[in-house]
């Protein structure tokens, strides 16, 4: 099975053409957005982080910054400093070239002599890369290259019966035609460990996992607050979920019943040469979670919700699925497909996940996902610490 | 008209899509074949029922996978939530 894509000089393919015009920091954005504005067709990405951080928080916003310029989507990257950041811009293009040879500028605002004058600059490397990019002609690649992120946010009863299920059933297609499909939201994995470690391809994986779900409990027990306690909400109890594992079951639905080949950090770069279902360590956050895993190489995101969500990524189109009939039509600018129709058992799993593995086919050939031709570019990083 | 989603085939408990009555008759497809019960309780829409007689120290399959133990025997057609469902085996 094949899909066009653009192929980059390192050997990745891409299934967008973005140029990227990235701040280093909350206090380049909107020279950031500034630039952006002048040259149709680019990205920018709002940058609340990159200043008054720990050196834990400096490592995750290096590695979520350079895996987008990195990102097989992104044709090149403008990165834009302010002058005084924690991520300076030397910093952050040099992260950038030990991940890519693509295409790659910088502009610094106190340098150039403030916004104006960066703006004239940023918009000349932009505008050129924009030419450049447009000369990019789109090649066939097998689907074993195609990298999956999957993602579940503002669930309700459906999703863990239509959606996730549906959204499984393609994870699962994905992994047996030789690709990556991504599993998030640590903290939702709680309550799966006997189900998840088993999983695992071997012990040090399911070690691994184990790890990454124990971390994240005794994170918020450091700051007094418990992941379990409460959870299933009252509710959720009043929808109908009984127990935890009930619950994050048919949020790690989603991911199908493949094999758990790998566990990586937040925003880690994915193996391109481990192929099979791996798991990231995200916050159930779902814009944090969509950037690491975009970050890591995803080229696109299927999301399941109930209650509906608008929210997008500058960087990969995101594809939204609800089980929720109701969501389906008074969100309707929102949600690319409804799999209400299992629900009403009028239709099977198999069938609505074979359609959203075609509709995710088209939406990598090209096709816009709602969220994408709403322009959004939701933007969302994991932190260790608050703001210094 | 199915009022009833099972999952996978060696689900024990099913999830309504919709609300039933006691005496109702629930209906399911598990891979294009038809099944059907009866309710034995007044039950909501997305609430649990049993798919089978269950006895008490059993597990409870949802997702193809244990969701608890039951607490309780739990007849066939009968609600399972928190009052017969544990994450953990109690004796």
Same mark, same amino acid.
């Given at each position: 099975?094949? +899909? ?29 957005? +500034?630039? @952006? ?9 709002? *940058?609340?982080?990159?200043?008054? $951080? ?5 490592? $995750? ?7 987008? &310029?990195?990102?097989?989507? #992104? ?6 400093? *302010? ?17 890519? *040879? ?63 299920? /549906? ?19 640590? @903290? ?24 990454? $779900? ?5 994170? +918020? ?50 193996? /391109? ?13 779902? #814009? ?15 999301? /399941? /919700? ?21 969501? &389906? ?27 959203? +593995? ?18 959004? *570019? ?11 | ?25 629930? !209906?399911? !497809? ?62």
């Amino acid at each position: 099975m094949k +899909f066009k894509g653009y192929r980059r000089p390192d050997g990745k393919i891409g299934i967008r053409n973005h140029v990227l015009i990235l701040p280093c920091s909350l206090c380049a954005s909107e020279t950031a957005r +500034f630039i @952006s504005s002048q040259v149709p067709g680019s990205v920018y990405i709002p *940058n609340q982080g990159g200043c008054a $951080i720990v050196k834990a928080d400096l490592e $995750i916003t290096l590695k979520v910054l350079s895996g987008f &310029a990195a990102n097989p989507n #992104v044709y090149g990257t403008v990165v834009v400093g *302010n002058t005084c950041e924690i991520v300076q811009a030397d910093l952050l293009v040099g992260r950038i070239k030990e991940l890519t *040879n693509k295409p790659v500028e910088k502009v610094v605002i106190r340098d150039a002599g403030g916004t104006i004058k960066a703006a004239e600059l940023g918009v000349k490397y932009a505008m050129q890369m924009s030419i450049e990019a447009s000369k990019c002609v789109k090649e066939e690649a097998d689907i074993s290259e195609l990298i999956l992120a999957t993602e579940c946010g503002g669930s309700d009863p459906t999703s863990g019966l239509a959606a996730n299920p /549906t959204l499984g059933y393609v994870s699962d297609k994905l992994v047996s035609l030789g690709g990556i499909s991504i599993l998030s939201e640590t @903290s939702e994995l709680v309550g799966t460990e006997d189900i998840l470690a088993p999983r695992c391809k071997d012990e040090k994986t399911a070690e691994r996992l184990l790890e990454i $779900i124990k971390n994240n409990e005794e994170y +918020f027990e450091k700051a007094g607050e418990s992941l379990r306690d409460g959870n299933p909400s009252t509710g959720n109890k009043e929808g109908g979920l009984t127990t935890l594992e009930e619950k994050s079951l048919g949020c790690i639905h989603k991911a199908g019943y493949s094999t758990i080949m790998k566990v990586y950090d937040y925003g880690e770069q994915i193996d /391109t040469n481990e192929k099979g279902l791996v798991v990231m360590d995200t916050p159930g956050q779902d #814009v944090a979670s969509v950037a690491a895993m975009a970050a890591g190489g995803a080229q696109i995101v299927i999301f /399941t /919700t109930g209650r509906g969500t608008p929210t997008g990524s500058g960087i990969v189109p995101v594809i939204k699925i609800t089980g929720n009939a109701e969501t &389906a039509e008074l969100m309707a600018d929102n949600i690319d497909f409804d799999a209400s129709a299992i629900i009403g058992g009028k239709s099977s799993i198999e069938e609505k996940g074979e359609e959203l +593995f075609e509709l995710m086919l088209q939406i990598a050939d090209g096709r816009k996902s709602k969220a994408e031709a709403l322009g959004f *570019n939701d933007m969302s990083m994991a932190r260790k610490c608050n703001f210094c | 008209m199915y009022n009833c989603v099972v999952i996978n085939p060696n689900d024990t408990a099913g999830t309504l899509t919709t609300d039933v009555l006691a005496g109702d008759t629930v !209906n399911y !497809n598990i891979n294009g074949k038809d099944y059907s019960l009866k309710a034995e309780e007044k039950i909501k829409i997305f609430h649990k029922i049993a798919l089978k007689d269950i006895k008490k120290g059993d597990v409870i399959i949802k997702y193809g996978c244990k969701i608890g133990y039951a607490t309780e025997d739990i007849k066939k057609g009968a609600h399972i939530h928190t009052h017969n469902l544990d994450s953990k085996m109690t004796n």
